[in-house]
């Protein structure tokens, strides 16, 4: 990839976790780079396609991280607290929300192959934490209790965002553990 387009994409990403998909401008991104309008033209035709890419790239680089973290994990547990700590990290790196968490507040104005890269992010990682929890649990319990890990992360995310405190995640993170039977 470019160095231009790196650049473009980590802008790109930043206005969004802050300001959400309708926010980002192709003219205010080029101001903020000191590039034309033109240039952001030329990588990306339209926006839907700016937030395709940015999902993709957060997807890739999300399972790349949990494969970072699960590296010495043996048992579910550790499993799912290497989990936590991938959401960890995308939240005091930033203090920002979730790019998908945050797209996927706003799915319903979303064009809708934007909104389905957000629901796929999502289900990816649904899909993760089910292959990893203990395969003696009925296939609808891993599922319902990976929607339970996802859904409390990103609203510990989004609460911590808000109130400028990580503490509020790490209490949840730290619930959220002690409520599950791994």
Known sequence: MSNTLDTLLDAAESSMRLRGY???S???????LGIKSSS????FRKKEDLGLALIDRYKERFLAAIEAEIAD???AEQY???FT??????LTSSDKMCLCGLLGAESSGL???VASAVASFFETNIDWLIAHLPAELPPAERRKTAHHIVATLQGAMMLASSMGK?????GAVQDLMASLDL
Request: aromatic share 18%; glycine share 0%.
């Open 40 to 43: 952001v033209h030329y990588y």
């Open 22 to 24: 309708h926010a980002v």
């Open 111 to 113: 064009p809708e192959p």
């Open 80 to 82: 799912v607290f290497a």
């Open 73 to 75: 994990a043996k048992t």
């Open 166 to 170: 990580h503490r509020v995640f790490d």
């Open 26 to 32: 192709f003219r205010e991104l080029a101001d903020e």
């Open 85 to 90: 700590r991938v959401y960890r990290q995308a």
